[in-house]
Each structure stands twice: as structure tokens, then as C-alpha cells.
């Protein structure tokens, strides 16, 4: 049965096992490939844990590091193909992910690679109602919501695909949430979410429309405040038209349908 990582191995920008770890002058260490990118593709002059300005980018090798990860993974390994069950995680490796929470989401509004952060935080939280909560404890909900809202932002001042990308994700992070709380619905229907939100059912893709109307849907079923407020309902009311019509899967028209008779 595969385990989640100690976090000692995880690249800090791109929250994944390290493959070629290297320490920058500040000592952090990180993976080769997204420190490279960090400062050579994003053009970032600064030390992406600590912030520090860096006056050297010299990566050094750490080897060391590089030997306790490999050893990890041939343990892994053998540990996983002599196990003959198969099936959920074990509780062991819930909590591991549940711990990594506070530090995914401390960084999360940083880093330059936010889609696969935010895929490996769907990842955590997947099938784990306790992450789930721990997420909302966290203030996970008005993190996301301002990276949705700052990602429109750029999308719209003619970014680069991966900023709206970077919204999709995170609603497909929130539409794991059951929003069956007062408190985790009222936060979702603050303005920096429920926009972003709005914008995806009209212009995203598939997936990203699914995740929204599942979230609206779950909105309107729990909370006695109108959550139309913080949106332009005739250009609601156009996109579910539009993908009633559309009818290219059951499933969404299903979802429109039902946002639409919520509107």
C-alpha cells in the first residue's frame, strides 16, 4: 500500500517528490526542474520559501537527500507489491496528507505552478472528509476564492491559458466540498467566489462548468440567502440556456436545469 511522502521530500513550489533535489543559497531545497523555472522562465530573483533575494543562483546538487528519497521509494515499492490488499488509504497515510494541508495552503497563493498545486490538494482531500474539514478550518474556501478571483484577473488582461486553468482547479478543489454547513456555504457565496464561479458555468470547459453547477446546486439546496445577489442572473440564465441546449452531456444539461429553476 503506497504511502504519501514525508514532506521533507516534496519540492516546496510544486508540492511533489523531489526527483533532482537541489539547495539554493538560502538552503532550501528544491526540485531542479521547478526552480529552474521559477527563475529563468517566471524571472524571479528571490528564494520562493524564505522570499530573500538572492544574490547567487547557484543550485547545489544534495545528494544526500537525493539517496534518502530513492531508498524511500525501493521500500515503498517492495512494501506495496508484497501487500495483497488493495482498496482505500490507510489512516496513517490520511493523516499525513491532512498535516500537509496548512503548508499547501500557506503557499498555494505564491507559487507560479498553481495548477499542480491545487490538482495534489484535490488529491488530498479526495474521499477524506476530515481533510475536507480540516480544509475549511484552514480557511481553505476564501484562499481559493482569491486565487480565483486574481487568476480571472490575469486571464482577462490577456494571461497565458494556465490562469484560467488555475481557476478551473480550484473550483474543482471546492466542488469536493459538501456545503452542507451554514458556515462553508456563507463564505463560498462571498464575491470573490461566487464571481469566478459565475464565469465558469458561461466560458468553461466541460469539467469546470460540472464542478460549478455542482456548487451552485449545493448553494441554493443549503442556504436561505440568495445567492443570485453576487451575480448577473440574465448572463446565468443565457449560459444554462446555452448548455440545455447544447446537450452534450446529460449530466451538465441535468445541472442546468436544476440551476436554472434556482435562478
Known amino acids: 500500500m503506497e504511502l504519501d511522502p ?19 543559497a538560502t538552503g532550501v531545497t528544491y526540485d531542479r526542474r521547478s526552480i529552474e523555472r521559477w527563475f529563468f522562465k517566471y524571472g524571479k530573483t528571490t528564494c520562493p520559501a524564505t522570499m530573500q533575494r538572492l544574490s547567487s543562483f547557484d543550485l547545489t546538487p544534495n545528494y544526500t537527500l537525493k539517496r534518502v528519497i530513492s531508498s524511500w521509494l525501493d521500500r515503498n515499492s517492495s512494501s506495496s507489491s508484497s501487500s495483497s490488499t488493495a482498496g482505500a488509504p490507510s489512516p496513517s497515510s490520511c493523516v499525513l496528507a ?10 498555494i497563493e ?19 472528509e476530515a481533510a475536507r474539514d480540516d480544509f475549511v478550518a484552514c480557511g481553505g474556501i476564501q484562499v481559493l476564492g482569491r ?14 491559458f494556465s490562469a484560467f486553468q488555475t481557476c478551473e482547479e480550484a473550483a474543482a478543489v471546492l466542488a469536493t466540498l459538501p456545503l452542507s ?13 461566487m464571481r469566478p464561479v459565475a464565469v465558469l458555468v458561461q466560458r468553461g470547459s466541460a469539467e469546470a462548468r460540472l464542478h460549478a453547477m455542482s456548487m451552485i446546486s449545493k448553494i441554493s439546496k443549503a442556504s436561505v440567502r440568495d445567492w443570485t445577489l453576487e451575480i448577473d442572473v440574465d448572463d446565468m440564465v443565457k449560459a444554462l440556456l446555452e448548455l440545455l441546449s447544447d446537450g452534450a452531456s446529460a449530466k451538465l444539461s441535468s445541472r442546468a436545469l436544476d440551476g436554472q429553476m434556482r435562478c
Not at 181 to 193: A, I, K, M, T
Open 110 to 128: 505564491e507559487t507560479p505552478f498553481k495548477v499542480t498545486a491545487l490538482k495534489n490538494l484535490k488529491s488530498c482531500m479526495a474521499g477524506d
Open 6 to 24: 514525508p514532506p521533507l521530500f516534496l519540492c516546496p513550489i510544486s508540492m511533489e517528490l523531489m526527483e533532482e533535489p537541489v539547495t539554493v
Open 181 to 193: 454547513d451554514d458556515e462553508s456555504v456563507e463564505l463560498l457565496l462571498n464575491p470573490e467566489c
Open 147 to 160: 486565487v480565483m478571483t486574481q487568476a480571472l484577473a490575469e486571464s482577462c488582461a490577456g494571461g497565458d
Open 98 to 107: 491532512r498535516e500537509r494541508l496548512p503548508s499547501v495552503l500557506a503557499g
